[in-house]
């Protein structure tokens, strides 16, 4: 069974960073991509950044040059840094990744609050 846990999260002022951690139960190369998503109140759940297997990323557009994922594989680890964070980064986050095998897996959610 294939766990994700997410951590990090909190609450932080408009300018601030926080760091996201999603640690893997297997060997994050297993995968064919792992990110991050978010779900803000009332809205759907949106990308906010990816690896693809070949080391690629995409990031959504309103993250681009304030968000960076990066990986430890030797850790199994997946990483958010966010910087610059704006009231509207307020959401849940959470770890995804899809396994070859089409297995599509979320970790629990960690909540960011961007605020005064």
């Known amino acids: 069974q294939v766990q994700l846990v997410e951590s990090g999260g909190g609450l932080v002022q408009p300018g601030g960073s926080l760091r996201l951690s999603c640690a893997a139960s297997v060997g994050i190369s297993s995968f064919i991509n792992m990110g991050w998503y978010r779900q803000a109140p009332g809205k759907q759940r949106e990308l906010v950044a990816v690896f693809g297997r070949d080391g690629s990323t995409n990031y959504a557009d309103s993250v681009k040059g304030r968000f960076t994922i990066s990986r430890d594989s030797a850790k199994n680890t997946v990483y958010l840094q966010m910087n610059s964070l704006k009231p509207e980064d307020t959401a849940v986050y959470f770890c995804?990744?899809?396994?070859?095998?089409?297995?599509?897996?979320w970790g629990q959610g960690t909540q960011v609050t961007v605020s005064l």
């Open positions: 995804n990744a899809l396994g070859i095998r089409g297995g599509i897996y």
